[in-house]
């Protein structure tokens, strides 16, 4: 129990079909059943099929609840996380999404009728209207989790009244965007999922402020000491409590964790050991690297360019063959420096490993705290989705330097990248701002504080 005389909770956590989201729940669901609470976390099978293991000492507190995902026609099988979909079968893999309305309900349903395993509050992700009112129908609270930095959550402004003042907020937290971005989130946030007119549709902004008028709190993935203006200026737009829930990060790797879990683990750490301190950058674009494939071939030709020395997981993008992706000659002219992993790999071992220096990231929230928690500067190059705004506060933040792009289209060229890699690697301020927020996002003792406090919140 988390305090002398509480009994324990029962939380439902209903993460969005994305790693980005599933991950940082898991951190909450295990730092809850760490302090004595029940946790029912839901998602699909294959998704809890992907998470790494809850420790033996918390998984009898901790119940993974598969709800199968309904089959939607010309939405390809198994694609559950929405790093399995083509970005044009995205409005497809949200209707799926949306059939599990039903079973949620069931599983709510049957959890209700038990007095003794009725869930406390129920955490909902941002597009989970559904979520929020079935719980609401049972007299269940429920808790809005946004995974992102509360700056970001931010810059829509209020809630719009309005499905025209949507599209304006969306315009009007683009504002510092380059074009190319802009009209992407508006094509993303405010379009409606489905522009035929075949299927009831509601633009992810809309599902966004649906799901938040239904919560009576809002939890952000962040804490004060790394935005302390922007966590009360949430408060102040979203008119309820803002509850910042810490960093969320995963344990850091040690000892025989941190070499890996199978053998190709255990050779990337190899070679990794062969280098010198301080002079790999490790390049990741997330789990789902939705950008197209003669950009990470420029990409490529730009790692060449810059002549350090590198580490890239390189994740083919959905119904692109992975022989077309590296230029051919690539890995001979550059094998003597550096190491191409097209499979997935252990991220945070890699960086927290003494050779690594720097990382070129897509800035997804996660990737850029993982970064930071060794103290690693930033490449940046944002995709898609809060990437971009993500970049720009860590650019503001001196830690490192955006790839340059093209205003209209998103491209950029090998040198532009060579230009920022090299720039980072030279840099001694970008490192030492890195180290700064360090003792922030490094700070097991600073988050662990945050779950406390949001416990006592869902206790009051």
């Known amino acids: 129990m988390d305090a002398a005389g509480s009994s324990p909770l029962h939380i439902v956590i209903f993460p969005w079909l994305a790693m980005g989201h599933l991950l940082p729940c898991l951190q909450l669901a295990e730092r809850?059943?760490?302090r004595g609470h029940r946790v029912s976390f839901i998602s699909t099978p294959r998704n809890l099929a992907r998470l790494p293991p809850v420790p033996p000492a918390l998984a009898p507190l901790v119940d993974l609840i598969a709800l199968p995902l309904p089959q939607v026609a010309g939405l390809p099988d198994g694609a559950e996380s929405t790093g399995d979909v083509p970005s044009?079968?995205?409005?497809?893999?949200?209707?799926?999404?949306?059939?599990?309305?039903?079973?949620?309900?069931?599983?709510?349903?049957?959890?209700?009728?038990?007095?003794?395993?009725?869930?406390?509050?129920?955490?909902?992700?941002?597009?989970h209207h559904w979520v929020?009112?079935?719980a609401q129908d049972r007299q269940v609270p429920c808790v809005m989790f946004l995974p992102c930095a509360a700056a970001v959550a931010a810059m829509a402004g209020a809630p719009p009244e309005s499905r025209a003042e949507e599209r304006q907020a969306i315009v009007?937290?683009?504002?510092?965007?380059?074009?190319?971005?802009?009209?992407?989130?508006?094509?993303?946030?405010?379009?409606?999922?489905?522009?035929?007119?075949?299927?009831?549709?509601?633009?992810?902004?809309?599902?966004?402020?649906?799901?938040?008028?239904?919560?009576?709190?809002?939890?952000?993935?962040?804490?004060?000491?790394?935005?302390?203006?922007?966590?009360?200026?949430?408060?102040?737009?979203?008119?309820?409590?803002?509850?910042?829930?810490?960093?969320?990060?995963?344990?850091?790797?040690?000892?025989?964790?941190?070499r890996g879990k199978n053998a190709e683990d255990d050779a990337i750490m190899r070679w990794l050991d062969a280098q010198p301190a301080k002079s790999v950058v490790y390049v990741a674009l997330g789990s789902e690297a939705p950008i197209r494939a003669e950009l990470l071939r420029e990409l490529a030709h730009g790692l060449e360019l810059a002549g350090t020395r590198f580490l890239w997981a390189l994740r083919t993008p959905v119904g692109v063959q992975g022989d077309i992706i590296v230029p051919e000659g690539f890995r001979e002219r550059t094998g003597e420096r550096g190491?191409?992993?097209?499979?997935?790999?252990?991220?945070?071992?890699?960086?927290?490993?003494?050779?690594?220096?720097?990382?070129?990231?897509?800035?997804?929230?996660?990737?850029?705290?993982?970064?930071?928690?060794?103290?690693?500067?930033?490449?940046?190059?944002?995709?898609?989705?809060?990437?971009?705004?993500?970049?720009?506060?860590?650019?503001?933040?001196?830690?490192?330097?955006?790839?340059?792009?093209?205003?209209?289209?998103?491209s950029f060229s090998r040198n532009d990248v060579?230009?920022?890699?090299?720039?980072?690697?030279?840099?001694?301020?970008?490192?030492?701002?890195?180290?700064?927020?360090?003792?922030?996002?490094?700070?097991?003792?600073?988050h662990d504080k945050y779950i406390d406090g949001f416990i006592q919140h869902l206790r009051t």
């Open 418 to 446: 060579a230009g920022a890699v090299q720039a980072v690697v030279d840099s001694r301020v970008f490192a030492a701002s890195a180290k700064k927020l360090q003792e922030i996002v490094a700070s097991a003792q600073c």
């Open 32 to 34: 809850l059943a760490a």
């Open 339 to 410: 190491l191409v992993v097209a499979r997935w790999v252990p991220q945070m071992s890699i960086l927290a490993h003494g050779a690594v220096g720097a990382f070129l990231t897509h800035c997804g929230w996660g990737s850029i705290l993982e970064g930071l928690q060794f103290g690693h500067p930033l490449i940046m190059l944002p995709i898609a989705g809060d990437q971009g705004p993500n970049a720009r506060l860590m650019e503001e933040r001196k830690v490192g330097v955006l790839v340059p792009r093209n205003d209209k289209d998103g």
């Open 88 to 127: 044009d079968k995205f409005d497809l893999h949200r209707e799926a999404f949306d059939g599990l309305a039903g079973p949620f309900s069931a599983f709510l349903d049957a959890a209700c009728a038990d007095a003794g395993s009725k869930p406390d509050w129920v955490v909902v992700d941002y597009s």
């Open 172 to 258: 009007k937290s683009m504002d510092a965007a380059p074009m190319f971005e802009a009209e992407l989130a508006a094509a993303d946030f405010a379009a409606e999922d489905d522009p035929s007119g075949s299927r009831p549709s509601i633009s992810i902004m809309s599902r966004y402020f649906m799901t938040l008028k239904m919560s009576r709190l809002f939890a952000v993935r962040s804490c004060s000491e790394l935005e302390p203006d922007a966590i009360p200026l949430l408060a102040g737009l979203y008119g309820k409590p803002v509850v910042p829930l810490g960093l969320l990060l995963p344990p850091t790797p040690d000892g025989a964790c941190a």
């Open 132 to 134: 929020a009112a079935a």
